[in-house]
């Protein structure tokens, strides 16, 4: 029994001089002069690379600055329970390989971000989903999702027959709040007596509410079942499960972020996917690489992509979708509205 | 058979060392020794569970070698094991062809056969019960009758009797007789003395893993047996001069304790008579009733029966892990009935549990700590709220020293000793808190004869100073010669008394089987009741 | 004495060490299978060692792991799984976020008040685990899966706008606690980061456990239940006292095992919160065997993969994947049930070897004596 307290007191040991010791040693990222940019450094959401949505919209934007530009970039996925000093970690890793701009890809960075910006004042960084980080070479890149979801609802009210639409969220968090709120403002203001079925799919990221089609796919069959004959998805890759649900049952179904009409791996499903709410996040990407990389002149402070300036938008793909001049004299109508501020969509 | 120069070494307490044993045909040959003296190794190395590292195996002559047990049957060795191997919700017929269905099928042939050789051996078993309505006895019978199913010529037997009633003995040993007549050969191990001489035909004794000599039944008594298994002389079992005060240390009152879930089996009550009518005997719903007696200081009131008649229980309620659904317990004085374990055991009831591994012992635990088990609120265990494990390990040295616990030292872990001295170890402990009152379940089970009779001298050492004990054994000669009073419980109650003086073991299996009740009197005709007195008759 | 010291030293770090082999080993037959070099990533690995800021980062992430692997490990001694490890420490971490944040007592007051409230809230939801079977016989294990649910439920609507939440940005926050309840940590400069206070309440707490399981009544009674739950009942141990007893201990301790990061980093509850502790502490315990300072390195290492694997995302000429580490941890888990089967039989046989030569030797002295 002796024995355990000496390990104990060893492994204690052990830590402490390991600590002391390094206390004089170097960091993994120390801050180094900035040369010439490597290319995009891009950290990753919760989800990571192939969600179809969100972190990929991200990736494309990536991919297109990496070809223009000429320079080669790299992106990396977070790992299971980090802490923000993981993400701090990455960042300034990225920074310190010599990628400028870095760019965090979810509002989980902002902490990170803020630290990161602080201690590589040369190199640009950009967050998208916050504005948070006021700093000279930050970049907060937010959206007004509320508006194309606002456009999204006026469509599926005018699309139902059943004056019954759904809408299924990722995971309870404000973000996706937005969507809902604008929804269901935009669906109202065609008929104020719609109904409208809601439900979000996890109240955490980690219980998979943004990588799980199965739980899209239940969820989906659930409001359809209810009497819903369109869906909108605002639940990253889980919303494929709900694209296909609405196939089966054809029934509409509204795509969300990407032009998920034009999404290969969606191909089969095409004809049921009404439209689609844009968030320009490739774009977004994009632009901050094309400012450092190109211009030489970086962006910084708040970018917020709207309607007005195209950086939200309601995807026109569908054919059916296009051509129905019901719809779309309501949608071009609202769009309008929003443009000239006579609309005031709400965010929760 | 025969083998000679069996050498084994084996990680284990005692490996074989240059065993020689022949085994005639047609004969039954009984194998004795002290627990942890080499037998149980041999055994598997009879039966191809382990090979020998030197020696030789010769079956009719001809040398053999045993990989698996495969091989021993297909040599025409079976193994009837202690413990049985039974699936109970299946027949016999099912029990008796699982794993050897190529033998007979599991149809016609396999029931004419098993037919055949139950009238052959008078075993009188059918095929066609379930295995979980069978009694021990019964149980024993399909075990022996499926290893000779499979064409078994030499049999096996582990302590077949250490579950039996004498009755049940006498009818395993005329079905031995059977075996025998008809050309096998039978090897019998056991620690009953009185029943291999009464049975076997010849007898081999191991000592220290070594075979240290054979014996003629016809010419050797049970002492000279016992003398040549220990290699000393025996002290005997019996107590001399009664220490019985007339102050009550236990007094317990018409206690009941029911059965913790439904009864399964509830409608397989015992069919009267015969050997397996205790079957049904622990699904009643009163495990406990109206059960009623005395304990003074310096008496050791003894309790006969055949397992799981309501013993496991009776203990349970008295240490506390079971509380009574109705009755009192009195302990010099108090009402302890509602009181927990702990309280019960500090204030000076001592517990040599029944099973030592499950209940008595942390086996991967090194004694010192298996020391303050059981007492670790008390001196030299702990001092207030924290352990002392100095005290306890001197303490442990100090019982490891006075009751010859044969260990290297204190932090070994308790499973690596024999099971004498992890006994020896049990009683230490519970006889250095100085108890009042002593459960003592099957204090000498599976110890060898030397630590039988330590722990016996300890209980008798106590039981002067004042100490009153509850004795329970499967051990009637023990229980004869250490009680100053006998009880017999059958179905959850105490049915007959008996004076340890002159009852003979066989007039106390026959009340254990529920054929006598009533005070038990040692007399020309069959025992029966004499007197009407019932369970609530007070021991002297 | 001496002897058998040495023994149990030797069967207590075989069981890790072939474990650590038999995982690395797997590990490079995947990295073959994948066509990568098996020797490089862990070269890359051991590389970030040197590196101050890496090994900050592994103190204090191995001592949220340590704290949760106590917990485990205090449900393992005494046989009670206790996989609601995770969601009592969120449900922790939230309810002391909150409190941090809307109560101000000076920091002598408010730090004690704030890890009180962390223990009260685990002991709590790892209470009606114990509860439940304790009266109704319902298994830990179910019961403590399902609170992690509801426990993940529970903070979704505390940490609602309108109840505690306090929303920045797109993230919910339970709203920056007050600065006196924040525990100073050991700055070691930007360029490194700053050691959490609290890794010294995790090292604590491993002293705790040890003390309270080897030198206390209460410690044996539990190692004894855990050892055989029959022979602690006649020895008097109150089985279901002992099982709500050790579940609620186990909570208090859960209950800690975020707070090294809210009191000494993040300052507030939100959705970035890292989960999931709770489910890598139990490997950690069982790696650690239960065993304070074995938890300890193992609580280590699994830091030290995780802190260094993302170097390998960075990698020159050929980048690996970070994975490598995930597949890593996997393996040691299921590495470690095995080899310490293999070595419990192994040193039992030994250890009866042992016993009887040691008998034999004295029987044959004995002997020679006599002769």
């Known amino acids: ?348 | 058979m025969e083998l000679a120069g069996i050498t084994k070494r084996f990680p284990g307490v005692v490996a074989n060392h240059d065993i020689h044993l022949t085994v005639r045909k047609g004969t039954v040959h009984a194998l004795v020794g002290e627990n942890g003296a080499g037998k149980s190794t041999l055994m598997k190395i009879l039966y191809g569970m382990q090979k020998p590292d030197e020696g030789t195996i010769a079956i009719d002559g001809e040398q053999v070698s045993f990989a698996s047990p495969a091989d021993a049957i297909a040599r025409g060795i079976g193994m009837v094991h202690q413990h049985f191997m039974l699936a109970d919700n299946l027949t016999v017929l099912e029990n008796v062809v699982l794993g050897s269905e190529k033998l007979h099928g599991i149809g016609g042939a396999a029931r004419r056969k098993i037919k055949e050789i139950s009238d052959r051996y008078g075993l009188g078993v059918r095929p066609d019960a379930l295995v979980e309505d069978l009694g021990v006895a019964d149980r024993q019978r399909v075990e022996i009758l499926k290893v000779l199913f499979r064409g078994a010529r030499t049999l096996i037997l582990d302590e077949p009797t250490a579950v039996l009633v004498p009755q049940e003995v006498d009818a395993l040993f005329d079905n031995l007789r059977e075996l025998k007549s008809e050309g096998l050969s039978v090897i019998f191990i056991s620690h009953k003395l009185g029943e291999v001489l009464s049975v076997a035909d010849d007898i081999t004794v191991i000592r220290r893993g070594t075979t240290v000599g054979t014996a003629v039944p016809a010419e050797t008594t049970p002492r000279q047996l016992a003398e040549l298994m220990v290699g000393s002389e025996l002290p005997t079992p019996e107590t001399s001069e009664s220490t019985v005060t007339d102050r009550p240390v236990l007094e317990v009152r018409n206690l009941t304790v029911h059965a913790a879930g439904v009864s399964l089996g509830a409608e397989d009550e015992p069919a009267g008579g015969g050997l397996t009518e205790f079957a049904g005997a622990g699904e009643t719903k009163r495990v406990l009733d109206d059960v009623s007696f005395t304990i003074h200081a310096g008496e050791v009131m003894g309790i006969a029966g055949v397992e799981g008649n309501g013993q496991t229980e009776l203990i349970d309620a008295l240490i506390g892990t079971k509380h009574a659904d109705s009755g009192a317990i009195r302990f010099l004085g108090e009402d302890i009935t509602p009181w927990p374990t702990r309280r019960r055991r500090e204030s000076g009831v001592g517990y040599i549990p029944e099973d030592r591994h499950r209940q008595g012992l942390l086996l991967e635990s090194p004694l010192w700590e298996n020391r303050i088990l059981g007492h670790v609120t008390e001196k030299p265990n702990a001092r207030g709220f924290w352990l002392n494990p100095k005290g306890a390990q001197a303490d442990t040295r100090r019982i490891v020293e006075e009751y010859d616990v044969r260990t290297p030292g204190i932090d070994v872990t308790a499973a690596s000793l024999s099971g004498g001295n992890q006994q020896k170890l049990i009683v230490g402990r519970e006889m250095s808190h100085d108890p009042k009152f002593l459960i003592a379940a099957h204090p000498t089970r599976g110890v060898d004869v030397g630590a039988q009779a330590q722990i016996w001298d300890r209980i008798r050492e106590a039981r002067r100073a004042g100490l009153a004990v509850l004795l329970i054994s499967a051990d009637l000669d023990e229980l004869i010669g250490l009680s100053d009073t006998l009880r017999v419980i059958y179905d959850g109650r105490l049915v007959a008394d008996a004076d340890p003086a002159t009852i003979t073991p066989e007039e106390l299996g026959s009340a254990m089987t529920g054929a006598a009740s009533g005070h038990l009197e040692h007399e020309e005709t069959a025992p029966e009741g004499t007197d009407n007195a019932g369970p609530e008759d007070e021991a002297r | 004495m001496k002897k058998f010291d040495k023994e149990r030293v030797l069967t207590a770090l075989a069981g890790p060490v072939i474990a650590l082999v038999l995982a690395i080993v797997l590990t490079s037959v995947v990295l073959l299978a994948s066509g990568k070099n098996p020797i490089q990533p862990y070269a890359l690995m051991l590389q970030q060692l040197p590196f101050s800021d890496i090994q900050v980062l592994i103190i204090n992430q191995a001592s949220l792991y340590y704290i949760a692997a106590i917990a485990v490990a205090l449900g393992f001694r005494m046989n009670l799984f206790n996989i609601g490890v995770d969601g009592q420490y969120r449900l922790a971490v939230v309810m002391t976020a909150v409190v941090g944040a809307h109560l101000a007592l000076p920091s002598v007051l408010q730090i004690p008040v704030l890890l009180i409230t962390a223990m009260a809230t685990g002991a709590f939801w790892a209470g009606i685990a114990g509860v439940l079977k304790v009266t109704r016989g319902v298994s830990e294990v179910v019961a403590t899966i399902m609170l992690n649910s509801i426990a993940t439920a529970v903070i979704g609507y505390l940490t609602l706008t309108d109840v505690f939440g306090v929303q920045v940005g797109d993230n919910v926050t339970t709203g920056t606690m007050k600065k006196s309840g924040w525990v100073p940590g050991i700055d070691l400069g930007s360029d490194v980061g700053e050691i959490y206070g609290l890794v010294f309440l995790a090292a604590l707490l491993g002293i705790a456990y040890w003390v309270v399981l080897n030198r206390t009544r209460f410690g044996f009674d539990l190692r004894a239940t855990g050892a055989s739950e029959t022979a602690a009942a006649a020895s008097g141990v109150n089985a279901k006292r002992m099982v709500l007893v050790s579940m609620l201990i186990s909570g208090a301790v859960s209950g800690l095992a975020g707070l090294p990061l809210l009191l000494g980093d993040t300052h507030t509850y939100s959705l970035s919160f890292p989960s999931g502790l709770g489910f890598t502490a139990i490997g950690i315990a069982l790696l650690g065997r239960n065993n304070p300072g074995g938890i300890a390195l193992a609580a280590l290492l699994w830091a030290f993969l995780d802190k260094a694997s993302p170097a390998l995302d960075y990698a020159t000429p050929v980048a690996y994947d970070k994975e490598i580490a995930t597949i890593m941890q996997g393996l040691i888990v299921f590495a470690v049930v095995i080899s310490y089967a293999a070595v419990q039989q192994w040193s039992l046989r030994r250890q009866q070897r042992r016993v009887g030569a040691e008998l034999a030797a004295a029987v044959n002295t004995k002997k020679e004596v006599a002769a």
């Open chain 1, 1 to 348: 029994m002796r024995r355990v307290s000496r390990i104990t007191i060893a492994g204690v040991a052990t830590a402490a001089l390991a600590v002391t010791v390094s206390a004089c040693g170097s960091s993994s990222t120390a801050s180094t002069s900035g040369g010439a940019s490597k290319g995009i450094g891009l950290a990753y959401d919760v989800g990571g690379k192939g969600d179809q949505s969100f972190n990929d919209a991200a990736y494309a934007g990536f991919q297109k600055a990496e070809k223009d530009f000429g320079v080669s970039g790299r992106d990396i996925e977070p790992q299971d329970n980090e802490s923000d000093a993981d993400k701090t970690q990455r960042l300034e890793t990225l920074a310190k390989a010599g990628y400028n701009p870095v760019i965090g890809v979810g509002f989980a960075y902002a902490g990170a971000l803020k630290e990161a910006a602080a201690k590589y004042p040369k190199v640009t960084f950009g967050i998208i989903d916050d504005d948070q980080t006021q700093a000279k070479n930050v970049a907060d890149m937010v959206f007004h999702e509320e508006q194309s979801s606002y456009l999204a609802g006026v469509a599926a009210a005018k699309a139902t027959k059943k004056n019954h639409i759904g809408f299924i969220g990722g995971v309870d968090v404000p973000l996706i709040h937005k969507f809902e709120a604008g929804y269901e403002q935009g669906a109202k203001s065609v008929n104020p007596n719609i109904k409208i079925e809601s439900q979000y799919l996890t109240q955490t990221a980690q219980d998979g509410g943004f990588s799980s089609p199965d739980k899209g796919e239940s969820a989906a069959d659930g409001q359809i079942d209810a009497g819903a004959d369109v869906l909108y998805a605002a639940a990253g890759l889980s919303g494929q499960g709900v694209i296909k649900a609405a196939a089966e049952h054809k029934v509409w179904a509204i795509g969300v972020d990407s032009d998920q009409y034009n999404q290969a791996p969606l191909a089969k499903y095409k004809d049921y996917i009404l439209t689609s709410a844009l968030k320009n996040v490739q774009g977004a990407v994009y632009d901050l690489a094309k400012s450092v990389i190109k211009d030489k002149k970086p962006l910084s402070g708040d970018i917020r992509g709207s309607l007005n300036n195209g950086g939200v938008g309601l995807a026109d793909s569908n054919p059916k979708f296009k051509n129905d001049t019901a719809i779309q004299d309501a949608v071009k109508k609202a769009e309008a509205g929003i443009k000239d501020g006579s609309i005031k969509v709400k965010t929760s």
